[in-house]
T-cell receptor, first 115, second 111 residues
Framework: DQQVKQNSPSLSVQEGRISILNCDYT??????FLWYKKYPAEGPTFLIS?????DKNEDGRFTVFLNKSAKHLSLHIVPSQPGDSAVYFC??????????????FGQGTILTVHP | NAGVMQNPRHLVRRRGQEARLRCSPM?????VYWYRQLPEEGLKFMVY????????ESGMPKERFSAEFPKEGPSILRIQQVVRGDSAAYFC?????????FGPGTRLTVT
């Protein structure tokens, strides 16, 4: 049972444009969501998170939007840069709004930003 | 402030041998997590530990796998009598109050 789904295996974007990565979840107990970026042969790098009490969180070029009623979140990267090319993972936890406890990951989306 | 450290980065074991993976959390972090990534898959939770306590081991296989986080020293993930299906990347993460931060992983290959 895939509780966190990233339905797009890959996304290709032109440098300078917006990248939008999507994630859906099924478990209504999830209340803390994170996005990670991963390069081959490296560990995931934390990008941004959002608690379920918010619907938007912004950090530089990265913005995460949460739609609780639709059980959907998205990561916007503006403007996209070639160095953003990596695999992006959405993750969720049911931990009372903290990061404690297990994360459930999506399958990942490969983002390619073309110069 | 050093990040999460894992060693070894690469580990090759023959079927039936034991594998020991080590993880040192970030300074000040008291929560440690282990995840496994099989080829072509996302990361799967295995176990969550605090010092000298296993908090959640719901993702651990029932046999051959064990984890500890002693009062002193790194967290250890131990796999006894490894099989080919154990070949994967094993990632450790740590947290304090914010997000979980991951180490570079140990790539285990069972021949």
């Amino acid at each position: 049972d895939q509780q966190v789904k990233q339905n797009s295996p890959s996304l290709s974007v032109q440098e300078g444009r917006i990248s939008i990565l999507n994630c859906d979840y099924t478990n209504s107990m999830f209340d803390y969501f994170l996005w990670y970026k991963k390069y081959p042969a490296e560990g995931p790098t934390f990008l941004i998170s959002i608690s379920s009490i918010k619907d938007k969180n912004e950090d530089g070029r990265f913005t995460v939007f949460l739609n609780k009623s639709a059980k959907h979140l998205s990561l916007h990267i503006v403007p996209s840069q070639p160095g953003d090319s990596a695999v992006y993972f959405c993750a969720a936890s049911a931990s009372g709004g903290t990061s404690y406890g297990k994360l459930t990951f999506g399958q990942g989306t490969i983002l390619t930003v073309h110069p | 402030n050093a990040g999460v450290m894992q060693n070894p980065r690469h580990l090759v074991r023959r079927r039936g041998q034991e594998a020991r993976l080590r993880c040192s959390p970030m300074k000040g972090h008291s929560h440690v997590y282990w995840y496994r990534q099989l080829p072509e898959e996302g990361l799967k939770f295995m176990v969550y530990l605090q010092k000298e306590n296993i908090i959640d081991e719901s993702g651990m296989p029932k046999e051959r796998f064990s984890a500890e986080f002693p009062k002193e020293g790194p967290s250890i993930l131990r796999i006894q009598q490894v099989v080919r299906g154990d070949s994967a990347a094993y990632f450790c993460a740590s947290s304090r109050e914010s997000a979980q931060y991951f180490g570079p992983g140990t790539r285990l290959t069972v021949t």
